[in-house]
């Protein structure tokens, strides 16, 4: 069965300060892959999606970037981060047709000081 | 502008009660409808809506969509505390991209 992690689960950054959260999946190749960022009280928010190796989309202009070096992993970077970044980011993997569900791992709390 | 829309946004019951979420939306070109269960962490899947009038059934969970209407609802019968959570719903668009609704948190008392 497919298997999807997140980590780390929490984490707290200064303002300013470097970003990476990492996303791997297993059993499954070639899945298509998101970030997404959740607020309180609000919907998820579409940040990255990928479909194959090296293949970004991205929805939001912002300071984040992703990349996607091998099929079943995803990275969600930052060089410099700000305070309204802090949220739940959220990686998702989806079968390579984008008509079935997504599934999604734990998640990570990003907090910014 | 697309758009999904949730209600309620909040919900308490008691143990036993049965629940109906609701969830309308205006999206050009609709492909399907998700539904979720997010309780601290992770969104689990719980249906894939396509077709008007069909209702999906797991256990005490079913739902059912409304095409000319524009809606869907999320039922819940004899409501358990484990069933408390965070019910997500999802327009899947003409491009392929999921338009997430707020959520409606269900919290059940014992």
């Not at chain 1, 802090?86 to 997504?102: I, M, V």
């Not at chain 2, 392929?96 to 707020?102: P, R, T």
Request: proline share 4%; net charge neutral.
């Amino acid at each position: 069965s497919q298997t999807i992690h997140q980590w780390p689960a929490t984490l707290v950054q200064p303002v300013g300060s470097p970003l990476s959260l990492e996303c791997t999946v297993e059993g499954t190749s070639n899945p298509n892959l998101y970030w997404y960022r959740q607020a309180a009280g609000r919907g998820l928010q579409l940040l990255f999606y990928s479909v194959g190796i090296g293949q970004i989309s991205s929805e939001v202009p912002q300071n984040l970037s992703a990349s996607r070096p091998q099929d079943r992993q995803f990275i969600l970077s930052s060089k410099k981060l700000l305070l309204s970044d802090s949220g739940f980011y959220l990686c998702a993997w989806q079968e390579g047709r984008f008509n079935q569900p997504q599934h999604f791992g734990d998640g990570t709390r990003l907090s910014i000081l | 502008e697309d758009k999904v829309v949730q209600s309620p946004l909040s919900l308490v019951v008691h143990e036993g009660d049965t629940v109906t979420l609701n969830c309308s939306y205006e999206v050009t070109n609709f492909r399907s409808l998700l539904w979720y269960k997010q309780e601290k962490k992770a969104p689990t899947f719980l249906f894939m809506l396509t077709s008007s009038g069909i209702e999906k059934k797991s256990g005490r969970l079913s739902s059912i969509l409304d095409k000319k209407e524009l809606f869907s609802i999320l039922n819940i019968t004899a409501t358990q505390t484990g069933d408390s959570a965070i019910y997500l719903c999802a327009v899947l668009d003409s491009n392929y991209q999921l338009i997430w609704g707020a959520g409606t948190k269900l919290i059940i008392k014992p």
